[in-house]
């Protein structure tokens, strides 16, 4: 006699206890707009009472695994050079890549959302790789459920031990970045951060506090400020540094993009870079170049982070032992004309 497990929810088993039509469950499955809010909430809560995984696959013969990647933004370069490693990887391994953004509204129904992930596992999609965004644990719990792998680049919060996850080295790279602005005598050195929610951002800011810590220079809390990896961020964070009545020397950008920002505050107050005031960066994106003058910054191996999520990902789906669970590439100091001794 062979033994039968419970037998597996289909879409009228849905749609019976939610009290709705099969076409009504569908559509909800399907994203549709012409349901109410009220519906599909119901019926969510039962597919995931149930554990409804549509049988649904791809269809016609199509075998090749697909991928999404899901990005806060897409208007940095950072973002860019992290799809140009996924897509280099994915061409690789004979993988689709599919691009997403989140949704700016948390109600939404768009990526990461429980419906967009229900539609992901009905489509038979390979797996998930989350690029600096939060993933919650009702999220990260219903992709495994689903079959989807996970990995996350620069998680935003902390993770279970059991998520793959690709950084840098970012507390190192904080060392780097202030050591090399201590090396050059600068004492009043502030540091312009990301969101304190950051993961990357906190790691950057210890290195940078042990750094100063080590060398027995005091860190003014007025100069310790923590906003966003973004060019608005460093362009108010300095602004209000150099407001200080003992402003800065040296600032240490917690990334490319806020780097520049740092760069245009010190530009609209008359102050020559670096005679006046030296700047470092993190990332070492193509912008770090385009500057003037050229940005000293921390590399962090940004394109391939997207090598390795990628490569990581698809060990998961197919039952491979990954190379490393949790992979940190190693960063480097690159000095540039952005930062000079200090005066005496």
């Known amino acids: 006699m062979t033994a039968t497990g419970p037998p597996r929810a289909t879409l009228a088993h849905v749609a019976r206890l939610a009290g709705v039509s099969k076409a009504t469950a569908s559509k909800v499955l399907n994203r549709r707009p012409d349901v109410s809010a009220r519906t599909r909430e119901r ?6 009472e ?14 090749l695994e697909k991928v999404n990647v899901v990005f806060d933004t897409l208007v940095n ?13 994915a061409d690789a391994h004979g993988v689709e890549v599919l691009v997403d953004k989140l949704d700016p509204d948390p109600e939404g129904d768009g990526p990461l959302s429980a419906t967009w992930i229900r539609r992901l596992g009905a489509h038979g999609r390979t797996g998930v790789i989350v690029v600096t965004s939060e993933l919650t644990a009702s999220q990260r719990a219903l992709m495994r459920r689903l079959g989807l792998s996970i990995v996350v680049i620069d998680p935003l919060n902390p993770l279970d031990d059991d998520v793959a996850s690709v950084g840098a080295t970012n507390f190192t790279g904080g060392v780097q970045a202030t050591q090399h602005l201590l090396d050059l005598g600068h004492r009043r050195i502030g540091f312009a951060g990301g969101l304190p929610a950051s993961m990357a951002s906190r790691e950057r800011l210890q290195g ?6 080590s060398a027995d220079v005091p860190v003014d809390p007025d100069l310790v400020l923590e906003q966003g990896f973004t060019f608005t961020a ?14 800065p ?42 500057t003037a003058p050229p940005l000293t910054t ?10 390795v999520a990628l490569r990581t990902l698809l060990q998961q789906a197919r039952g491979e032992q990954a190379d490393s669970h949790h992979v940190q590439l190693s960063t480097q100091l690159v000095v540039r004309e952005s930062t000079a001794p200090a005066e005496p």
């Open 50 to 63: 149930l554990g409804y995984v549509p049988s649904t696959g791809p269809r016609g013969g199509d075998t």
């Open 77 to 89: 370069v950072y973002s860019m050079q992290v799809l140009d490693g996924i897509i280099t990887a």
């Open 234 to 247: 460093g362009l108010e964070m300095t602004r209000r540094m150099m407001a200080s009545p003992d402003p």
């Open 298 to 307: 921390v590399r962090q191996p940004i394109i391939d982070m997207g090598r």
């Open 208 to 213: 940078f506090l042990s750094a100063m810590s």
């Open 43 to 48: 019926v969510e809560q039962v597919i995931d």
């Open 249 to 290: 020397t040296a600032v240490f950008a917690g990334s490319d993009a806020s780097a520049l920002g740092v760069l245009e505050a010190a530009r609209q107050r008359g102050l020559r870079i670096p005679e006046d005031l030296s700047v470092v960066g993190f990332d070492d994106t193509y912008a770090a170049v385009s």
